[in-house]
């Protein structure tokens, strides 16, 4: 009996320490703002890799200019998920498509969701938006596909300055973690009055930067001069209802005339301006 | 360059960025939830008339309750469907439903309610004319089951509620907008059910009694001033949280929402208020139909300005 006792209270030690090990592990991610130069190669490791199409960012890099001349200063903020750990989207979410990782990543399953836009709209981080090739919703899972084989995600490992560290936050030796124990009392999240526990960690940041109702958008002066917004999300043409009236009305089959884009009147222009 | 010299020295300015979302819930959505009013609205009236008049003072509420609402929920599901980007996966609601989702626990209580609302509709009409489907079997059995009218509308009348509420639950979630806060839209969406519920038994009530007509013009009357005077608290005293505090400054400070928002007030609000009142008094029948149509015209404004509004800010 007293055997049977001893290997019970044996076996439960041992699945203790295998959840410590494996199911406590929360990946987190760090970016330096100090370091960032604003050249945008994990943007663009981050297109390639995921596959995302035009007019859609997984991680974008923000440039944001503050002051005036000659006392000015330009900063680079780059934006993805924050995978909070009470993550809205997943709350929202009617059929499970975003869900939790063991690991703390909040994965998305394209191939359940609706297509209903609940996540993007309980998103405050604006990180979500919806494929307009797939017409699901998608965003960064700190490549999970990457992670689950051993590797880092492509964002980490494009950037030429090391200003994105990934690791586990759980775990106090690895770099992450050494890098906010360091730098403690400069580490900053985006929106913490949202109470969305992001796991998404910035140092060097400050109000200006984090903050989006802290700067301003002008118009016409980005990139894309006088593109504030897109005029939709995803498809243009994505309903039902379109399916069924542009054999009659037209539709959008321009795509498949043999022009180019560069040819096409770029309609993508919206005059609602923001603020 | 002219107005970057006019920015305060403190701001900051976005000089390259990618395009922001803009509308994402557009037409279709406020549509959605202008519909469903409707449709739980006339069962919420109705069934405040049944048990405040008899069934002779409304001769034909029995299948023309059921009949707007089966229309109108009917519109409610199309929009619905139509808005997703993959309509056919609706179906994973049910097969993958997560019932922490304010759309799931909806989906299924609107699926419910709709069906409910079938069955009313059915016996209804096959007991207001009695000349329909004589001959056909199921309209036989319906029509053997007549008393199940009554056993069941307790039941849809108890659904209505939150199925005319539940909206206001998935705006709750739906976190990143500050401005659509849970208690005061929970509140607005049961007024805006009140709302058309009753402006849509004024356009059928030419035919009932002048105390059932009075009450309706009650309902109109209390639910547009209390719903006004809501939307006036959040307009102008909302100012709790910054992101509410920004979309706010964006309607005042004018432009298309400034001039969409207040036509909504003056049309949904402002004049029916008016209207219903002196109708107490010296009933107008017309000028009743007209407050009607403009609460529909006016709810439907107001719903789509409170729903786009917030989604005009930049989160990140």
């Not at chain 1, 005029?231 to 959008?252: A, V």
């Amino acid at each position: 009996m007293l055997l049977y006792i001893y290997y019970l209270v044996l076996s439960l030690n041992i699945i203790i320490v295998i959840k410590k090990l494996g199911g406590n592990m929360k990946l987190g991610f760090l970016v330096d703002l100090n370091l960032c130069m604003g050249c945008k190669a994990c943007e663009i490791a981050c297109k390639v890799e995921n596959e995302v199409p035009l007019s859609s960012w997984r991680l974008r890099v923000k440039y944001i200019d503050i002051g005036t001349f000659p006392d000015t200063s330009r900063s680079f903020t780059p934006l993805r998920c924050n995978h909070c750990e009470s993550a809205p989207c997943e709350r929202i979410c009617p059929v499970s498509a975003l869900h939790y990782l063991d690991n703390g990543i909040v994965n998305i399953d394209s191939s359940r969701c609706i297509g209903c836009a609940g996540c993007m709209m309980a998103c405050p981080y604006g990180a979500i938006y919806m494929d307009p090739e797939s017409n699901t919703a998608d965003k960064c899972t700190y490549c999970a596909h990457r992670i689950e084989g051993g590797l880092m995600p492509a964002c980490v490992v494009a950037c030429p300055v090391e200003a994105n560290i990934f690791g586990d936050i759980e775990d106090e030796t690895s770099q992450i973690s050494h890098y906010i124990m360091e730098h403690q009392g400069d580490v900053q999240v985006r929106k913490p009055e949202k109470h969305t526990d992001p796991k998404h960690f910035y140092v060097g940041g400050g109000n200006q930067t984090l903050n989006p109702l802290a700067h301003e958008r002008i118009e016409g002066y980005g990139l894309f001069n006088n593109i504030t917004h897109l005029k939709e999300i995803g498809d243009t043409h994505h309903s039902m209802l379109d399916r069924f009236l542009n054999p009659i009305f037209g539709g959008h089959n321009d795509h498949l005339k043999n022009e180019s884009f560069v040819d096409m009147p770029n309609d993508a222009s919206h005059e609602e301006g923001g603020h | 360059m002219d107005h970057v010299s006019t920015i305060e020295a403190t701001k900051a300015v976005v000089t390259l960025d990618v395009p922001l979302p803009g509308i994402i819930w557009g037409w279709m959505i406020t549509l959605n939830m202008w519909a469903k009013s409707i449709g739980t609205g006339v069962i919420l009236v109705g069934a405040y008339l049944l048990y405040r008049h008899k069934k002779e003072d409304m001769p034909n509420l029995r299948w023309m309750m059921p009949l707007i609402s089966f229309i109108a929920l009917n519109v409610f599901l199309l929009f619905t469907l139509l808005d997703l980007h993959q309509p056919l996966r609706m179906v994973n609601i049910f097969f993958h439903p997560h019932w922490t989702s304010a759309i799931t626990v909806g989906a299924w209580m609107a699926s419910l309610f709709t069906g409910l609302v079938t069955l009313m509709l059915a016996i209804g009409l096959l007991d207001a004319f009695p000349e329909v489907g004589r001959h056909l079997g199921i309209a036989k059995t319906i029509r053997g089951k007549t008393a199940l009218y009554e056993k069941v509308f307790p039941f849809v009348v108890f659904l209505a509620f939150p199925v005319t509420m539940y909206t206001a639950i998935i705006m709750a979630e739906a976190s990143a907008r500050e401005l659509w806060a849970a208690p005061a839209e929970v509140i607005q969406m049961l007024l805006a059910a009140f709302m058309v519920g009753s402006a849509s038994f004024i356009l059928i009530a030419g035919k009932w009694s002048e105390s059932v007509r009075k009450d309706l013009s009650w309902i109109l009357m209390l639910s547009v001033l209390f719903s006004f005077l809501m939307y006036m608290g959040e307009y102008f005293f909302s100012f709790k949280a910054s992101e509410v505090e920004a979309t706010l400054a964006y309607v005042h400070s004018g432009g298309e929402y400034f001039v969409q928002f207040w036509s909504a007030m003056i049309m949904g609000y402002i004049i029916p208020f008016f209207i219903a009142f002196s109708s107490l008094k010296n009933e107008n029948r017309t000028m009743m139909r007209f407050a009607a149509v403009l609460t529909f015209i006016g709810l439907y404004l107001a719903k789509s300005t409170w729903l786009e509004i917030p989604q005009m800010l930049s989160l990140s």
